[in-house]
């Protein structure tokens, strides 16, 4: 029995060091904060839902760090309940927490491999404050179209374009409050739906000051 629990702790441990996936569509609790992503998968013949890939987020402070597993699984958006903190995405982690430098992407049945891309690493960094959603973008996984004989390669972007982060929360608030959904998604809904409108009203407000400032031809 003892050899069996310091198994389970030991499979504990390792399984920490890979990051936290943090709760989804959970009502906010004091000091709770959330981010806001999407997910899409493109083949040459169009969008897929069958697609999964997962990103690193972390803040600083090194053994203090907040790690976070997002899991993206395609044609969602997820509310995902995180730490307030000054986040980077991040490559995810071994079960020994080292970093992975390939990113897998799994589409159709398929498993496509890739250097973890620079554009997610230059990504500033997210200051996620206490209460408040941040709302990142949509994550776009695309296959491109392979030349006979050639594997078919893949690119990963992060779409955090305006019209990209208001369609990201104008879907959320709307599936959210669809009477279909379970009762706890429409609970959480109405818990978090301040916050979304106030996240909505910030990227109206930031459109907004780019048609003002848009520099003349």
């Not at 490559?91 to 897998?104: A, C, E, H, N, V």
Request: charged share 25%.
């Amino acid at each position: 029995m003892r050899k069996a629990a310091l198994l389970v702790a030991a499979m504990a441990a390792l399984s920490a060091c890979q990051g936290t996936i943090p709760e989804r569509d959970a009502p906010p609790e004091q000091a709770i904060s959330a981010i806001l992503i999407g997910s899409r998968f493109l083949l040459p013949s169009g969008e897929t839902r069958n697609g999964l890939t997962h990103v690193g987020f972390e803040s600083g402070g090194g053994r203090r760090a907040e790690v976070y597993r997002l899991p993206l699984s395609g044609g969602e958006h997820f509310l995902y309940l995180v730490e307030p903190g000054v986040y980077r995405i991040a490559p995810t982690r071994s079960l020994f927490g080292f970093y992975q430098p390939q990113m897998k992407v799994v589409i159709e049945e398929r498993t496509y491999q890739l250097a973890f891309p620079r554009d997610l690493l230059r990504q500033p960094p997210y200051s996620v404050r206490p209460t408040k959603i941040m709302v990142m973008g949509i994550l776009e996984a695309r296959v491109m179209t392979a030349l006979p004989g050639q594997r078919p390669q893949i690119r990963v972007t992060l779409d955090d374009s305006i019209a990209a982060r208001r369609k990201l929360v104008q879907d959320t608030i709307r599936d959210m409050m669809d009477p279909r959904q379970a009762s706890a998604t429409r609970e959480s809904a109405i818990t978090w739906s301040r916050a979304l409108q106030n996240s909505l009203m910030d990227i109206l407000s930031e459109e907004q000051q780019r048609v003002l400032y848009k520099p003349a031809p």
